[in-house]
């Protein structure tokens, strides 16, 4: 299957492309699995860092379709990580449902960036969903030792078990359910945020959500906020 316009695009960006194999799958939740896979030497080309995400290549209907997922445990020594999917409706969670060792997949990395701020914040808040989860992890891992306000927004209950690497004695996790088409997750964030930002100079925003959360999220932090551009990195993850 080729890549259809989508692909010569990422070419043309000098997105490079590879081929991932399948070595294990887990049952993380019902609605929640993690595939194993190696990274067909990607790593040793790319290099790795927090948040690094790659575009997935899936046959939807006989047309190329591409989403991103964000690198669960990558090890550049082994040539290894995961993925995990959010299982909803769709060619992406179909495939990872029927996913079994020894299946290929096609992934183009292009257009994954992340740098830590620095000087680090003294402030994190970190704002997402069941489907970045595994950016929200790799989040905290990559900045530790700062304190975090946490709101993860679950569309099943079976949300409560996602692994989330959150340390109780630094990080503080708010959970909400989704309503309203994330109506809910934006009310309690405004209401929330400008109590804890106590130090907006220091302070760090991290937003991925559906589309129109992380938009309306975004505009909340920067306009009324007055956080500066560069202490506020969003992406919309989903489309509702």
Not at 160 to 168: K, W, Y
Not at 170 to 198: K, N, S, Y
Request: net charge negative; hydrophobic share 40%.
């Amino acid at each position: 299957m080729g890549h259809g316009w989508e692909g010569v695009v990422l070419k043309l960006m000098r997105g490079k492309d590879f081929e991932f194999t399948v070595t294990a799958v887990e049952e993380v939740t019902d609605h929640y699995r993690r595939v194993r896979f190696t990274d067909g030497g990607m790593l040793a080309a790319t290099g790795v860092h927090p948040t690094m995400w790659v575009r997935i290549w899936f046959d939807d209907a006989g047309r190329p379709h591409q989403r991103a997922y964000t690198l669960v445990d990558p090890d550049a020594a082994g040539g290894t990580f995961s993925l995990e999917f959010a299982l909803h409706d769709g060619c992406a969670s179909d495939w990872a449902r029927k996913a079994a060792p020894g299946d290929t997949v096609q992934a183009t990395v292009q257009g994954s960036a992340f740098t830590a701020p620095d000087p680090l914040p003294r402030q994190l808040f970190v704002v997402g969903d069941s489907a970045s989860v595994p950016a929200v992890n790799s989040l905290l891992t990559a900045l530790p030792e700062v304190p975090a306000t946490v709101w993860l927004e679950s569309r099943h209950d079976s949300d409560e078990d996602l692994p989330l690497r959150a340390d109780p004695e630094r990080h503080t996790v708010r959970r909400l359910p989704r309503r309203d088409a994330g109506a809910h997750l934006v009310a309690e964030v405004r209401e929330a945020l400008p109590a804890l930002l106590t130090d907006p100079a220091g302070a760090y925003v991290w937003i991925a959500c559906d589309t129109a959360t992380t938009r309306a999220l975004t505009q909340f932090a920067r306009k009324d906020l007055a956080l500066p551009k560069q202490r506020v990195n969003a992406l919309g993850y989903w489309r509702p």
